[in-house]
């Protein structure tokens, strides 16, 4: 079983424009629309559209409770979420302008989270997690939710030898480093600041991979470096017009967990999942892709293995 563990949800409200965003201008909306937020969400949208059983785990406000239901029932995700009481889940803005690729992410910081929140969490993670299980940690920490709990939930994870998956920034990234976990997705920057900005990016990535089983360095449209059991890959992706790349990342995640499980070959399984990134930035929402999109992208994406001296 995989599980998807979102500490921090959020509800995705994206934002039309009429033209592009102008400051000390009225800019003009020309639609609203919700989508599911949150990277743990997202990862579990994607392995539930490929067919990969998985449950998401993590808070959810009370206040605004059934609008985040209505959007996880409609993505028809299998979740088990513990109650903030009397506390709304976020909202993220996604900004999109007319006739521009991409989009602009501005996130809430999320409703503070007390010990007894985090206690019923982790009751749920002791009483589910089975050894042969994969746990996705993905997105930001709420407000309450301390880097002491982080350590504390890696820990009662590493007791279920469960393989432990990261798609965390900041702090949060560096614990999971030091705790020691199976798979990390920094970004380029992301890795620099974590062994040192003083090597080259694959001598970073090289002493990473002596701790860690997976880790992917995100390039963002460039692609990514993956190293495995000794081997280093660079991933080159299609170019595709990209419409919004909000979830794109989380996409891959949940993509590349879910054929993992399937027991898929490593360089199959990167290039598949970065054909359902590809395919994710060409929908306006969060969470869209294509199946068979990807599969075709997936055959022009390039899995090369490096020489590493
Ligand atoms: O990665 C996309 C996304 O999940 C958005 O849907 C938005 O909710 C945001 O990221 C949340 O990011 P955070 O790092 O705050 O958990």
Redesign the pocket.
């Known amino acids: 079983m995989i599980y998807t563990i979102?500490?921090?949800?959020?509800?995705?409200r994206l934002l039309f424009l009429e033209k592009t965003l102008v400051k000390e201008k009225n800019n003009r909306l020309s639609k609203v629309e919700y989508?599911?937020?949150?990277?743990g969400?997202?990862g579990s949208f994607a392995m539930s559209t490929l067919g990969v059983e998985n449950q998401a785990l993590g808070f959810c406000g009370t206040t605004n409770k059934s609008k985040l239901e209505k959007i996880l029932k409609e993505k028809e995700l299998n979740y088990d979420l513990v109650e903030v009481y009397g506390k709304p889940t976020?909202e993220?803005y996604?900004i999109l302008e007319a006739n521009v690729s991409g989009s602009i992410?501005i996130?809430e910081k999320?409703f503070r989270v007390s010990s007894y929140d985090i206690e019923l969490l982790t009751e749920k993670i002791e009483e589910k997690i089975q050894e042969k299980d994969i746990v996705l940690i993905?997105?930001?920490m709420p407000p309450g939710f301390e880097l002491r709990d982080l350590e504390e939930l890696l820990h009662v994870l590493k007791k279920k030898n469960c393989f432990i998956a990261c798609d965390l920034?900041g702090t949060a990234l560096t614990k999971a480093v030091e705790v020691g976990v199976n798979f990390i997705k920094p970004n380029a920057f992301e890795i620099q600041e974590i062994v040192s900005a003083e090597n080259p990016l694959l001598e970073n990535l090289k002493e990473l991979s002596k701790k860690i089983d997976y880790v992917v360095v995100s390039q963002g449209s460039e692609g990514s470096i993956c190293s495995h059991d000794g081997e280093f890959y660079q991933i080159t992706v299609p170019k595709v017009v990209a419409v919004n790349d909000?979830?794109?990342?989380?996409c891959s995640v949940g993509a590349f967990l879910a054929n993992l499980s399937l027991g898929k070959p490593l360089t199959e399984t990167l290039a598949f999942a970065s054909g359902c990134a590809a395919s994710k930035v060409q929908y306006t929402n969060?969470?869209t892709f294509s199946v068979k999109e990807a599969k075709l992208l997936q055959k022009k994406v390039r899995v090369e293995k490096l020489q590493m001296d």
């Open positions: 979102t500490l921090n949800p959020a509800i995705d989508d599911l937020g949150g990277k969400h997202h976020r993220s996604v992410l996130t999320g993905a997105g930001s920034s909000t979830g794109a990342g989380d969060s969470t």
